[in-house]
């Protein structure tokens, strides 16, 4: 039926097994996988952290463990959204899936990149972990950081909404509506999971507020806005964006989120 939404159990799913793996392979296929390769070893590994021995790496390595991370999540939207056309028809959930994973990992990638400009710490900053430690001028690099990421970001929120209107039926407010409805679930159930990790962390809130907070309502604030673009895309041409409830989604995105929080939540 045109304009109705995804079941919202599903979508809720989806969403935090979408927030869950983007944190996942920013972390551990980056961070931590980097640290392995470049010959050191992980001292500490959360949920949303990698505390790399940097002791055993030139300044060259830790730099690369640091860009590590941001670069995964570009290598994930690249393919991610490349991957959405050859999907079939048929599969609204693994579309829907695929293109917030494939937005996530953009927006983290530029949302970095910005983040490290303006206040010059994370994994792109001038920080003594970052990739731009020492750099100078400082403020020459960070200047040029943000000019990055604030052009990255403007690219992806124009991206992202093209790739997922043809699914989405109707043109103006109406589909505007439909799509910012659909994102904002996403984006609450993302804040949500990370929030509720976050505050197992041994180190208190201000891991939440730097890392868990910052990635989701802060990296990920596009979903808020980003769909308003809908309204200038073409009607949509695909199959329409809407799906039943299923118990493979629900239940797969519960254990999987749920190990995740028990396994690196509290270290």
Partial sequence: MANALPDKATLIAISALAYVLAVALHEHLGHATACVLLGSHATELGAFFVNCDDSLLSS??????????????LLTGIVSLQLLPRLPISAPRAFYFTWLLGTLGL????????????????????????????????????????????ASYWLVVRISPRLIAPRLEGSGAARVRK?????????????????????????????????????????????????????????GIGPELSFSRSAGWIVTAFVLTLAYAIVLGPR
């Avoid at 860009?67 to 995964?72: E, H, I, K, M, S």
């Avoid at 180190?203 to 910052?214: D, P, R």
């Fill in 60 to 73: 060259a390595a830790v730099r690369a463990v640091a860009v590590a991370g941001p670069l995964v999540g």
């Fill in 107 to 150: 927006m983290n990638a530029a949302g970095y990149a910005l983040f490290s400009g303006v206040a010059g710490i994370g994994d792109l900053g001038t920080g003594a972990d970052g990739a731009l430690h020492g750099v100078q001028p400082e403020w020459l690099w960070r200047s040029a950081l943000v000019l990055l990421g604030a």
């Fill in 179 to 235: 799509g910012s409805r659909i994102a904002l679930i996403s984006y609450l159930t993302g804040a949500a999971v990370y929030l509720a990790i976050g505050l197992l962390n041994p180190y208190g809130v201000l891991i939440v507020i730097e890392s868990a907070l910052a990635s989701s309502l802060g990296g990920t604030s596009g979903l808020l806005w980003m769909m308003n673009r809908l309204g200038r895309s073409p009607a």
